[in-house]
């Protein structure tokens, strides 16, 4: 992807590029760290359609929920020799039986085979997480598994 | 009253009411300037209500604004931004010089201020508000907008034509004589050259000259030292303001950042004051005579920025409603224009008309800048729209 960078005396630099939809998306990063979000005009990609200040905070979230499915599909690259194993990735559903409990208590290995290599929050990724982790509403539950144990995990972590 | 109960009341209303009008300013879109310099207009003389008893401290507080107006404009770039920016800007920049400082020079000429008011009204009408145009450019969202970095690079020529500019116009107003004159312009000009070299090469032993990780100690030193370089830059007739400015480029980095942040509300309030008190050295009384030109210029000079702004943008293959914005964008006239008129008037070399002058065409120009910027995308639109449904000729 061709990314291009463009200083701002003063202000901080734009580092924007030119989607296939034929828009800019991008970020201006100000000198003090601030941050906006930048997308373009449809019928004018010199103008601003959106340009959306955001804290650091806020930045690494949204880059973490744009980058967590990366994530996954890396994971389940590392899977992939290993036949007949896949990675799959199940919502904790706010209000459901797992929200707000222990890993542990899924007793997911147990019981399907399947184990959770990690969980995502709010766009951050929490790897190997231990059985004392607890689970909030809207975690992205990484697992990996035979097909069978997945099919398991996944009645078990969603039909709760 | 004791007298220092009555200062400290007068000019805890001049700031509170200055806090208002700021306010009231931004909630309907304008730069606060304008409004300023109104205030300023309604307390001096001739004014409504003449104030007693502040002046000593309202005069140094409004020389302290203009320092740490150039101050925080040099803080703003490092000398190898202003290289670059000089390098890839400097054409769109004769052409901004060009179309906007004669309008000032030929209105000085034609009112018979000579040419020493006629480059002091060339700075006045040439050189845009570049604290108005990042607000505005800012509020409406367009810092991610193709066309702002060539709005922003016109601005950087303009700074750093400040920087040529200003030691030459106080030269100049300064010495009686043509050789007198030259010497200064000479001397300045010399002055320019080593703090660049200087900026350029060892800025970061100046950036550790006054850094401190302790935010006091690091704001008395960064203070002390713009007082100190602008003191003495006035007493060898480089003004002061100058010397602020050239301490600035040569402050670089997270030192720069640092005392960016933390000098801008110190500037806000004394640049305040210096609006405030030039407007109560201007007489109102003095502005009706001056407004026929004073329209006339900002009509003309409004339409000089915009071709401007439209030529550099065109330059660099931003399209046509970006380079209207581009255009509308550097209209705003602001700060500088009035460091410019006060420095001219305060040498008592051109009449007093001048300050007339500039004060009403900035109060037109810093409230049609942000209003010319909001505009220009819906007028814009509307025009090609009507161009598009006109019948195609036969």
């Not at chain 2, 050189?127 to 907008?145: E, F, M, P, Q, T």
């Not at chain 2, 004073?294 to 003309?300: D, E």
């Amino acid at each position: 992807m061709n990314v291009e960078v463009t200083p701002l005396p003063g202000i901080g630099t734009r580092q924007d590029f030119m989607i296939r939809a034929g828009r800019r998306v991008g970020v201006v990063t100000h000198r003090d760290g601030k941050f906006e979000l930048i997308v373009s005009h449809q019928d004018d990609p010199d103008g601003c359609a959106a340009s959306i200040a955001l804290t650091p905070s806020e930045a690494s979230t949204l880059a973490g929920l744009l980058g967590s499915p990366q994530l996954v599909a890396h994971l389940e690259e590392q899977h992939r020799e290993v036949a007949g194993i896949s990675t799959k990735q199940f919502p904790i559903v706010p209000g459901s039986r797992f929200d707000g409990s222990p890993l542990a208590e899924t007793e997911l290995r147990t019981r399907t085979g399947a184990s959770i290599v990690a969980v995502v929050r709010a766009g951050s990724v929490h790897p190997s997480p231990r059985p004392d982790f607890v689970f909030a509403g809207g975690d992205l539950v990484v697992v990996v598994g035979t097909s069978d144990g997945l099919t398991a995990a996944a009645e078990l972590l969603g039909g709760g | 009253m004791h007298n220092t109960a009555i200062a400290l009341i007068q000019l805890g209303a001049v700031f509170f009411g200055l806090g208002l009008l700021g306010k009231m300013a931004w909630r309907i879109g304008i730069s606060p300037i304008p409004l300023y310099l109104i205030g300023g207009l309604a307390f001096g003389q001739g004014g409504l209500v003449p104030l007693h008893g502040i002046e000593e401290f309202s005069h140094i507080s409004s020389e302290i604004g203009v320092i740490l107006l150039l101050l925080l404009l040099g803080l703003e770039y490092s000398a190898a931004e202003l290289m670059t920016g000089l390098k890839r800007s400097w054409t769109a920049g004769v052409v901004d010089i060009v179309l906007n400082a004669t309008p000032g020079v030929i209105a000085a000429l034609v009112l018979g201020w000579g040419p020493v008011g006629a480059l002091a009204m060339g700075g006045v009408t040439y050189i845009s508000s570049s604290g108005i145009i990042a607000k505005v450019l800012g509020d409406l969202g367009r810092l991610g907008n193709r066309e702002t970095p060539v709005v922003l690079s016109v601005l950087v020529f303009e700074d750093l034509a400040m920087a040529v500019y200003l030691p030459i116009l106080t030269a100049v107003l300064a010495g009686v004589s043509f050789v007198g004159g030259l010497t200064a312009v000479g001397v300045s000009l010399a002055a320019i050259t080593v703090v660049l070299v200087i900026a350029l090469k060892f800025g970061r032993y100046v950036s550790a000259l006054v850094d401190s990780p302790d935010p006091e100690v690091f704001l008395l030193k960064v203070l002390g030292s713009a007082l100190l370089v602008a003191g003495v830059a006035s007493q060898l007739q480089v003004s002061a303001a100058v010397g602020a400015f050239l301490l600035g480029i040569a402050i670089s980095g997270s030192t720069a950042e640092n005392a960016t942040r933390m000098l801008e509300p110190l500037r806000d309030l004394f640049a305040a004051m210096f609006f405030v008190v030039f407007g109560l050295n201007t007489d109102p009384a003095s502005i009706p005579p001056v407004l026929g030109w004073a329209v006339a210029l900002a009509v003309v000079t409004t339409l000089t920025k915009v071709a401007t702004g439209w030529w550099a943008a065109r330059r660099q293959g931003i399209g046509r409603m970006g380079r209207a914005r581009a255009g509308a964008a550097l209209v705003a006239r602001g700060e500088f224009s009035i460091v410019i008129a006060s420095l001219t008037v305060a040498s008592g070399a051109v009449d007093g008309e001048l300050a007339a002058l500039a004060t009403a065409y900035v109060l037109l120009m810093a409230v049609l800048g942000p209003v010319a910027a909001r505009v220009v995308e819906p007028l814009a639109q509307k025009f090609t729209r009507m161009r598009g449904t006109a019948p195609a000729p036969a």
